[in-house]
C-alpha cells in the first residue's frame, strides 16, 4: 500500500509539473502574439483608408507647415530700444512660403523685407524679446508685415534659426 501512494504522488507531481509547463507556454505565447501585433505588425488596412479619406476632406486647405518652400534671409543684427541702447538682438530668419512663384517675388522684394524687419525688430525692448509668448508675438508680428509686402497671404511661417540677445 506505501508502494500505490509513493508512485500516485509521483504521478500527481508529475502532472503538476506538465500543468504548469502548459501554462508557462501558452502565457508566453500569448505574450509574444500581443508583442507582434502591437509592436511589428503593419497598420491595419482600416487606419489607411481612415488616412486616405482625412486627406480627401478639404484640398483647399492651407498647407500645413513644413510643406512650403522655404527662404533664407540675412541676419539681421539691430539694436533694441532700451533706455540706456546697450542691448543689441542678432536673428536669424527662415521664411517659409506657400509658391516657387512666392519664392521669386520674396526675393525680388528684398530691400524693403530688410527695411521692414530692421525697423520692427529695433523698436522692440529686451522686455519685449524675454518671454517665450513675445518671441511667438514677435514671429507672428513678421509674417503680418511680410504678407503685406507680399500683396496675400504668401508667407505661412517664420521660423527663428538664430537668436542672441546682448
Partial sequence: ???????????????LKW?????????????????????????????AEVSKTEEAVDPNAAPLPGDGFTVTLPTFVVNLADPLGRRYLKLGIDVEVISEEAVAELNKKEPMVKDTLILLLSSKTFQDLSSMENKILLKKEIVDRLNQIMGGAKVSQVYFTDMVIQ
Fill in 1 to 15: 500500500m506505501a508502494e500505490e501512494n509513493g508512485q500516485e504522488a509521483k504521478k500527481k507531481g508529475s502532472m
Fill in 19 to 47: 500543468i504548469i509547463l502548459v501554462l508557462l507556454l501558452a502565457v508566453l505565447g500569448g505574450g509574444g502574439f500581443f508583442a507582434y501585433q502591437k509592436f511589428f505588425a503593419g497598420a491595419p488596412e482600416d487606419a
